[in-house]
């Protein structure tokens, strides 16, 4: 028999286990979960009825409820986004006159920023601010939530002189704006954000040349910072791609904005794309300096980081310096399948090392590079087993080139003396900012290429490659990115205007998502990025660049090394 009742003043949440907890109505899901006596790691966010929310999201009806964490993507994504407000409230409470900036990510788990006074930077300083962090931490301060009517949030910031957020908002599209408060400090932060300061207990402040690097745990030990390695490299890196955003006048994604509806965006184009031939030129220089004893070139780069056209524009240049450049693929190497090292699953690790014969690698690059004659090996992926390839004998000069996951490892070529060869790091180092506090990282930049690739030249949909991303990441991990400082060079594949021109192109491939998928999220957390680019006509793009790899009608999708007899 149907009838009309009172509302229950409860409500439950049904959790994937299959138990369900009870719970005043109007809760926060963050509330009701405290109730877990266990999780793998600390709990910062949920998944209610297959939407990410804060711990602070009120639960007004029965739904099913999934805990995120800290060894969670979207986990870490909180916590970090909400440490870094954490450091800008004790920047400011100890110098209110100086400015903050929080720049690029450091892989072994942390962020490095810059501030506008040099002398800021000491020991000391940088002790007190950690000494207010925790002191922050301690008090455990709400982290106050409201959405402000867009007007309002610009009159703030113009007060506060923050120029960066006041051009960003220029052009937002929304009439309001969500502004999180911490005691008197108010500002905005591109996603979900812990409830309070007390969840923020793991991180650390070290001085880095020019700088210091904000440090916080990786998902895989979300209670423990790892230690803190050099990375002088990677900063040179980023230093040069500040220098040429002062060179383009283009300081964040505000500027872009404007740049792109004032007509201008042409010149930022020109000059993003000048900026790159420049380092392709410089590199091959380098090898060309080094030809008579660096005779192999190895070029090594996370997915979707523009290797391929890297690789082609580098021999272009060293063709033009008179170097002929021989191409040799790692991918004919592999041992036999049977002979594949397993991963901890028990699946077949084609990433690992292990997979590669480097012993013969490394005969048959001893014996190229001494003009002998050299069986090549070829590998049938079909049937899994080597079989004989190409008899090659480089020519007086020639130099090979090996592009490949591990050619930054010392592994792959043990007994190569270093001074013969030239290493290569290629990928999105940088990336242009929303504003001073919010970053956009160069992994959404590489997923985002990679979703426009996929669906062009494979086939996929954005559900299909981003469900793979993680695996990606995980190779990466492992075995590109401890290796980056081990490069004779690297290679910043970063165009300040690309997220832009792949915004027209990858909107309606993340829409297709479906919601009932676990792809959604992410898909919906990459089309609020995107809502903050006014959008770019690919036609302006030059037919040589390397986000041509990924839009399409690359001039250089056909160009192939010349070979020797």
């Not at 991990?477 to 980056?484: A, E, G």
Request: charged fraction near 25%; hydrophobic fraction near 40%; charge should be neutral.
């Amino acid at each position: 028999m149907y009838q009309f009742i009172a509302p229950r003043s409860t409500v439950e949440i049904h959790l994937p286990d299959g138990r369900a907890i009870e719970g005043p109505r109007g809760a926060p899901v963050g509330e009701f979960l405290k109730l877990l006596e266990t999780a793998p790691a600390p709990v910062v966010g949920a998944i209610v009825n297959g939407d990410l929310r804060e711990l602070t999201y009120p639960i007004q009806l029965e739904a099913r409820v999934r805990p995120v964490t800290m060894a969670e993507g979207d986990g870490m994504l909180i916590y970090r986004r909400s440490l870094t407000f954490l450091l800008d409230a004790a920047f400011e409470d100890l110098f209110p006159d100086a400015v903050l900036r929080v720049d690029h990510s450091v892989s072994s788990g942390g962020y490095f920023c810059q501030v506008s006074d040099p002398a800021i930077l000491t020991a000391q300083n940088l002790a007190l601010i950690e000494e207010r962090m925790r002191a922050l931490v301690e008090a455990d301060l709400l982290f106050a939530r409201r959405e402000a009517p867009l007007s309002e949030a610009i009159a703030y910031f113009e007060a506060k002189g923050y120029t960066d957020k006041v051009q960003l908002l220029a052009h937002r599209q929304k009439d309001y704006l969500v502004l999180y408060r911490l005691e008197d400090h108010q500002d905005y932060h591109h996603g979900y954000m812990t409830p309070s300061t007390g969840y923020l207990r793991w991180f650390g402040l070290s001085l880095t040349d020019g700088g210091f690097t904000l440090r916080f745990p990786r998902r895989h030990s979300p209670t423990e910072l790892l230690p803190m390695p050099k990375y002088s490299k990677l900063l040179n890196a980023f230093r040069q791609y500040g220098d040429w955003l002062d060179t383009l006048g283009i300081a964040n994604v505000g500027a872009l904005n404007q740049a792109i509806q004032s007509g201008a965006v042409r010149e930022v184009i020109l000059a993003s794309e000048a900026l790159h031939e420049q380092r392709v030129a410089e590199i091959a220089a380098a090898i060309a300096a080094r030809r008579e004893q660096s005779r192999i070139v190895l070029i090594a780069g996370p997915s979707s980081s523009g290797k391929t056209t890297f690789s082609k524009r580098l021999s272009i240049q060293l063709i033009a310096r008179g170097i002929s450049p021989y191409p040799l693929e790692l991918d004919n190497y592999f041992v036999p399948r049977t002979r594949t090292p397993r991963d901890e699953n028990g699946n077949p690790d084609f990433e690992s090392i292990q997979a590669l014969d480097t012993l013969q690698l490394g005969v048959d690059l001893k014996g190229l590079i001494a003009g002998r004659q050299v069986q090549l090996p070829r590998y049938n992926f079909i049937t899994g087993e080597r079989e004989a390839g190409d008899v090659v004998q480089l020519q007086p000069g020639q130099i090979v080139i090996l592009e490949g996951i591990h050619g930054l490892n010392a592994e792959l070529l043990p007994d190569m003396p270093s001074a013969q060869t030239y290493r290569i790091f290629v990928s999105c180092l940088t990336q242009l900012n929303l504003d001073r506090h919010n970053r956009i990282s160069t992994t959404d930049t590489r997923l985002l290429r990679r979703i426009v690739r996929d669906a062009r030249d494979r086939g996929y949909t954005a559900q299909d490659t981003i469900g793979r991303w993680e695996m990606v990441q995980r190779g990466e991990k492992r075995y590109i990115f401890p290796y980056q400082e081990n490069a004779d060079a690297m290679f910043n594949s970063a165009l300040a205007y690309e997220l832009a021109a792949l915004k027209p192109l990858v909107e309606p491939l993340l829409r297709q998502v479906p919601h009932s998928r676990p792809e959604y999220i992410e898909a919906k957390r990459l089309l609020s990025l995107l809502d903050w680019f006014s959008p770019l006509a690919a036609d302006l793009i030059p037919d040589n660049s390397i986000l041509r790899e990924f839009l399409g009608g690359s001039i250089l999708k056909e160009f192939k090394l010349w070979r020797s007899r």
